[in-house]
């Protein structure tokens, strides 16, 4: 079997002088849901901005299975099979949902037919397969968030990063959402980093999870050793929540 990584290695981010991230460094392994979670402006975007090659790295570097490709642009990294949702969907408004799901595939280097395969697959996985030909600006808000993750899925990645899938989302949606992001690594062969401030969903997920705050990690570990750590509570979870 091969085993595939994702390793961060002392990643710092400065802006202008201002420390966005500081010195982070954590490794997401094959068939693993890693939660990222703090407060908010701790620096969880950003980081997911780093791997996914829309914002360089200051210091430090990220290896995918043993390869530096921190110094690719965004396209490549998406090719090489990191792939990642936006906290705004940003799909195209005036394709269909198929399109926006093929195109994707085919931008990240799958032959047409693979792409409209693949999406085909993943529509009837969503459940949407009767959506297929709506246009995207049709959608409700938690259809459009659910086909963000299905677009993401669309070029067959090692890494899917979902940066804060759950927000707005109302209890059903999460309930079927955990279902989803529960099902990806075994139905798809991809391991996930989920960014989330929804507690209920991050507990119930995760394998593991890693707690920034002003841009450092304070604490990693598995859910209950997470929710459990003191300096966790002091700066995120509050003594009700843990």
Known sequence: MT????ELRSITVRFD????LKDVSFVLESGRIFGLIGPNGAGKTTLVNVISGFQKPSEGEILLD??????????TIARLGVAR???AVRLFRDFTVHANLHA???GCGLSSRAARERADAILAWLGLSHMAE???DGLSYGDERRIGIGRALAAGPKFILLDEPAAGMNEEECDELMRLIRDIPGR?????LLIEHNMRVVMNVCDRIAVIDFGRKIAEGTPAAVSAD????????GEEVA
Do not use: E, K
């Not at 043993?66 to 396209?75: C, L, T, W, Y």
């Not at 798809?188 to 996930?192: R, T």
């Open 85 to 87: 949702t936006f906290q």
């Open 66 to 75: 043993g390869a530096v490709i921190s110094d690719r642009a965004a396209h």
């Open 17 to 20: 002088g201002v420390v966005a």
């Open 188 to 192: 798809f062969g991809c391991s996930v």
């Open 3 to 6: 085993f595939t990584t994702l």
């Open 104 to 106: 994707y595939g085919v």
């Open 134 to 136: 709506w246009r995207a």
């Open 230 to 237: 003191p300096a966790v509570r002091a700066a995120y979870l």
